[in-house]
């Protein structure tokens, strides 16, 4: 049996630098007996730190993005547990470049764990930006809203924990960037709960070099495209939405 019901699923891309630290800061949060990290096609040293640090770690032979790691992660849960017959966890995703900020993640799964909600998704209290102008989390928010009724307060934010039947009614992932996009519309499409939790969690500040500004392109493209597939009826959440 189990010793905890979450498991902690980290995706990453070269962040060898600062993987250790968040998957050791992970494997110390309530409830949590299990850290998977996806390398998804690093150059580095990413998968060595991540297992040294006492993460299981499932590589990806190329970049196969965002979307493709997390549902790696959960599959590799399932894995798991059908190997050591443990019931099965709930799912907290987190970014692999939060590093020790880690340890502050465990009211992301409170609400989650207690039954009070579906899914959660994070709202830092103090956030870094540099470089970037807030194009495509506006052009989430705003898209989300649309579609829902909603607008999350972080809507890009990817540090979100969810039960095994909320991730299932989540399929397909949206690609790429575009996964908490349409993660969040169609969970609040299907009746979900979700939660919003401000939690102390920071990445490291985003760059002004063109590889930082080719990736804000991608996130556009990829967010833009999940809300032309989610494009439809409007649907307000009513008291689906929580402040946790």
Known sequence: MPSGDLAVIIPAKNEADRVGATVAAARGLPGVDVVVVVDDGSSDDT?????????????HARNRGKSAAMKTGALAVDLLES????????LLFLDADLGVSAAGAGPLAEPVRSGAADMTIAVFRDTVRLGGFGVVTGV????IERATGWRPAQPLNGQRCLTRQAFAAALPLAPGWGVETGMTIDLIRRGLRIAEVEVPLAHRATGTDWRSQLHRLSQLRDVSWALIRRCG??????NAIMKW
Not at 50 to 59: C, I, L
Not at 83 to 90: K, L, Q, T, V
């Open 47 to 59: 998968a060595g730190a991540a297992a040294r640090a006492g993460a299981r770690v499932v590589s």
């Open 83 to 90: 190997e050591d017959g443990s019931g099965p966890r709930h």
């Open 140 to 143: 989430a928010g705003a898209g």
């Open 233 to 238: 009826l409007r649907r307000r959440p009513g």
